[in-house]
């Protein structure tokens, strides 16, 4: 049960500050990506360990992806 509702703030506090930062760079949305991606790895890993590892991975390599095609294309303009 702590892992859900400690899943859950860093979920909703990794949204809202990924959403509205106070720097606007690149790595300090990334890292709050990463805050985001952390609270629902918990939310998972209150079901299933495997759920949690598996969701872990897909998220990670979905977001570095879209984060390093934007990054490449904001600096190639």
Same mark, same amino acid.
């Given at each position: 049960? %702590?892992? @859900? *509702?400690?899943?859950?703030?860093?979920?909703? +506090?990794? #949204? =809202?500050?990924? +959403? $509205?930062?106070?720097? !606007? !760079?690149? %790595?300090? /949305?990334? #890292?709050?990506?990463? *805050?985001?991606? $952390?609270?629902? &790895? $918990?939310?998972?890993?209150?079901?299933?360990?495997?759920? +949690?590892?598996?969701? $872990?991975? +897909?998220?990670?390599? &979905?977001?570095?992806? =879209? @984060? *390093? /095609?934007? #990054?490449? !294309? !904001?600096?190639? *303009?």
């Amino acid at each position: 049960m %702590i892992e @859900f *509702v400690l899943g859950c703030i860093l979920l909703i +506090a990794g #949204i =809202i500050f990924t +959403a $509205f930062p106070q720097n !606007k !760079k690149y %790595i300090t /949305r990334l #890292i709050n990506m990463e *805050v985001a991606e $952390f609270g629902l &790895v $918990f939310i998972m890993l209150g079901f299933s360990e495997m759920l +949690a590892l598996v969701t $872990f991975v +897909a998220v990670n390599v &979905v977001t570095t992806l =879209i @984060f *390093v /095609r934007l #990054i490449e !294309k !904001k600096e190639g *303009v």
